[in-house]
């Protein structure tokens, strides 16, 4: 059990402020890597060792990150009401618009109250927790709201390039609020930022540009950047952690950075202790703003014994953001896990073979030109094509019982 020493407390009268539920979302598709391995010519161990993945969800035609985020939140909404959401945050580094809110879309598709702001967050893929920070900050002005974060991505890059098997595609959607059910994020964190080119997106590119080696090197400057800072806030000693949580852009590169912090602080590397965090990402591929709270909603599903635990989660985000926030586990917080609707959730896309998948990933476009969409997406909205220059979205039918 963690405590002792340096652990940062909460102020006397201090609202305590957190996680209060979490929903998540993903593609139509999936694409197995063993697949790729095999129109690549390559062993498959190099993705599924070298990487640490396994597959990755591709989004349908008329699947976007409003539709993925939209999907994601509804069933917060559902479960908990409208009462008091009087914010809207969503993340992505995917967006579809260089002016107008995703979050605004989504807060149409929600039928959530005109009483609230919606604004959309980027900062590569440190974005969510961007939104998790100022939602904290929102929640402990005025106890009496609660924020809706929403963070939703598309992981594309170029066709036959290397980083083509880390792609990947999801939304997590999380109630912030006051005595939260779930995790109580506790005051102090670490920071770190450094203007790195490691990865970026040019306006004129609908995929990525990667350095893979610098993006590795800046990944750990900045966890152990995050942490000195934090130690030198009076934060926590490694002991008091119970379980670590990282960004994932792919499940091997969270384990070289804590390799490097195992060594940094002197403490013992054991990548098991990750490997339940690992276990959707490994799945779903690369969801940037969304992986680390993919790892969260892995470990809160599947990990028996983490009442009253402490986590650590590290957030990165290329160019480059890096932040470092623990929390608490809430007892009774097995009450909302949702793995059998997670595992059911990525059970149920569809395969795609790699000729079909190329065929849509070549026909992706951010352009404005009218055009309608195919129906394919069984999920609760989709993108329905341009008109007039503005994208439309629509709530599909329920699915028949």
Request: a negative charge; aromatic letters at 6%; glycine letters at 10%.
């Amino acid at each position: 059990m963690s405590g002792g020493a340096g652990v940062p407390a909460v102020a006397p009268g201090a609202v305590r402020v957190g996680i209060h539920d979490l929903a998540v979302a993903t593609g139509h598709h999936v694409l197995d890597l063993d697949d790729l391995a095999a129109r690549n010519g390559v062993d498959p161990a190099k993705y599924h060792v070298g990487l640490g993945q396994d597959a990755f969800s591709v989004p349908a035609a008329d699947e976007d990150i409003v539709t993925m985020g939209a999907a994601a939140a509804l069933p917060l909404i559902e479960r908990h009401g409208t009462d008091g959401i009087r914010t809207v945050l969503f993340a992505t580094e995917s967006g579809v618009d260089q002016s107008k809110s995703a979050a605004v879309v989504a807060h149409g598709l929600l039928g959530l109250p005109s009483t609230a702001r919606a604004v959309e967050l980027k900062q590569a893929c440190y974005g969510g927790t961007a939104a998790l920070v100022a939602a904290l900050g929102i929640v402990a002005r005025d106890p009496r709201e609660r924020v809706l974060v929403i963070a939703s991505d598309v992981a594309r890059y170029d066709l036959d390039s290397a980083a083509e098997p880390t792609q990947g595609a999801g939304a997590v959607a999380f109630l912030v609020a006051a005595d939260p059910d779930l995790i109580e994020i506790e005051p102090a964190s670490g920071l770190f930022s450094a203007d790195v080119d490691d990865f970026w997106r040019p306006n004129d590119r609908s995929t990525a540009l990667v350095d893979g080696r610098l993006s590795v090197s800046a990944y750990v400057d900045a966890l152990l950047g995050s942490w000195d800072d934090l130690a030198d806030r009076g934060g926590i000693a490694p002991a008091d952690i119970d379980r670590w949580l990282h960004h994932q852009p792919f499940t091997k590169m969270a384990l070289k950075a804590h390799r490097a912090w195992s060594k940094h602080v002197g403490a013992e590397f054991d990548e098991t202790e990750l490997a339940t965090g690992f276990t959707y990402n490994r799945r779903t591929g690369n969801s940037y703003t969304a992986s680390v709270f993919l790892a969260l909603a892995a470990l809160l599903d599947l990990d028996d014994d983490l009442d009253g635990r402490r986590l650590a989660l590290f957030s990165y985000g290329s160019g480059s953001v890096g932040e470092l926030l623990t929390g608490i586990v809430k007892p009774g917080y097995r009450a909302l896990r949702r793995a059998g609707q997670v595992a059911g959730l990525l059970d149920a896309r569809v395969p795609i073979s790699v000729d079909d998948y190329r065929e849509l990933h070549a026909a992706t476009s951010t352009s404005s030109e009218a055009r309608q969409n195919p129906a394919v997406t069984t999920g609760p909205f989709r993108f329905t094509g341009v008109e007039a220059g503005a994208r439309r979205y629509a709530r599909t039918e329920p699915t028949p019982n």
